[in-house]
T-cell receptor
Framework: LAKTTQPISMDSYEGQEVNITCSHN???????ITWYQQFPSQGPRFIIQ???TKVTNEVASLFIPADRKSSTLSLPRVSLSDTAVYYC????????????FGTGTRLTVIP | GAVVSQHPSWVICKSGTSVKIECRSL??????MFWYRQFPKQSLMLMAT?????????EQGVEKDKFLINHASLTLSTLTVTSAHPEDSSFYIC????????????FGPGTRLTVL
């Protein structure tokens, strides 16, 4: 079970780019990296997933270095509505590792 | 996108009563669903894996006789909290993978249970 480590909290001003890093030193060859966003009193929402290098969608970018021991979720030009908890999960497609949430990072966007 | 619903969104009950929470996949079939519990300011904790047509698999430390799970169809899983007590008050969330893999989970909106 690949354990993940994230900063507990981060603050950012509106309009800035926010980068949240996740460490996963024990990531296995078949593991993917998945990020979720959770607002208070709501279920998590899938943001992005990647295996290596860089993945980008309409919401965020995910940067994964060659050794894959860490990953960085990048949120461009955050707004107040991006205030949430962001979770990084690591696991393969067939196993249950992707079901275990770590502490997450509580992002607070300041006006 | 795939939608997972939960009902009710919140429930208040007296200690000793049982509460049923439904989790439905609205636009896809889910042979497997998952149940989580989340206490205030804490992360999600996986409680059990719900399998359509077979018994649920519970995580260590979760009482299977207290948290009854039934997955009677490909779109519905239910969690029944039996003889609820105040310490069972929590936010219960279900999820389902739309595709065969576990990587992308679709989560329900959650159910807030308060036991008086």
């Amino acid at each position: 079970l690949a354990k993940t480590t994230q900063p507990i909290s981060m603050d950012s001003y509106e309009g800035q780019e926010v980068n949240i890093t996740c460490s996963h030193n024990n990531i296995a060859t078949n593991d993917y990296i998945t990020w979720y966003q959770q607002f208070p009193s709501q279920g998590p929402r899938f943001i992005i997933q990647g295996y290596k290098t860089k993945v980008t969608n309409e919401v965020a970018s995910l940067f994964i270095p060659a050794d894959r021991k860490s990953s960085t979720l990048s949120l461009p030009r955050v707004s107040l509505s991006d205030t949430a908890v962001y979770y990084c999960l690591v696991g393969d497609q067939t196993g249950a590792n992707n079901l275990f949430f770590g502490t997450g990072t509580r992002l607070t966007v300041i006006p | 996108g795939a939608v997972v619903s939960q009902h009710p969104s919140w429930v208040i009950c007296k200690s000793g009563t049982s509460v049923k929470i439904e989790c439905r996949s609205l636009d896809f079939q889910a042979t497997t669903m998952f149940w989580y519990r989340q206490f205030p300011k804490q992360s999600l904790m996986l409680m059990a894996t719900s399998n359509e047509g077979s018994k649920a698999t519970y995580e260590q430390g979760v009482e299977k006789d207290k948290f009854l799970i039934n997955h009677a169809s490909l779109t519905l899983s239910t969690l029944t909290v039996t003889s609820a007590h105040p310490e069972d008050s929590s936010f219960y969330i279900c999820s389902a993978p739309r595709l065969a893999g576990y990587n992308e989970q679709f989560f329900g909106p959650g159910t807030r249970l308060t036991v008086l």
